[in-house]
Nanobody, 127 residues
């Protein structure tokens, strides 16, 4: 079954950090761009970051720029999202998704451009 699998979420205090992982199950990461999205209760799912397979270029939403870092380890078939200086408004279920192309940019960080989704991992920021 082709599906990304997320892990690494949890409860963290404001200002804390987490590293989220997205393991590619059933497909090889080398050929696909990967995106991270999040969905807070009562809100639309929003794109957070994506990374291209072609050249490793990255893109971040303005709300997380400077705090989140996306990276990929093709040898481990895994994409990571390092989230630093977390704020209560970062509380959400975080999803990773596969884009059926090797490139990603701000123009493509929307749900309709991704074809396979994980089940999500909960991140809760609270004191």
């Amino acid at each position: 079954q082709v599906q990304p699998v997320e892990s690494g979420g949890g409860l963290v205090q404001p200002g804390g950090s987490l590293r989220l992982s997205c393991a590619a199950s059933g497909f090889t990461l080398d050929y696909y761009a990967i995106g991270w999205f999040r969905q807070a209760p009562g809100k639309e799912r929003e794109g957070v970051s994506c990374i291209s397979a072609s050249d490793g270029s990255t893109y971040y939403a303005d709300s997380v720029k400077g705090r989140f870092t996306i990276s990929r380890d093709n040898a481990k078939n895994t994409v990571y999202l390092r989230v630093n200086n977390l704020k209560p408004e970062d509380t959400a279920v975080y999803y990773c998704a596969r884009r059926p192309f090797r490139t990603c940019s701000d123009s493509y960080l929307m749900r309709q451009f991704f074809d396979s989704w994980g089940q999500g991992t909960q991140v809760t920021v609270s004191s």
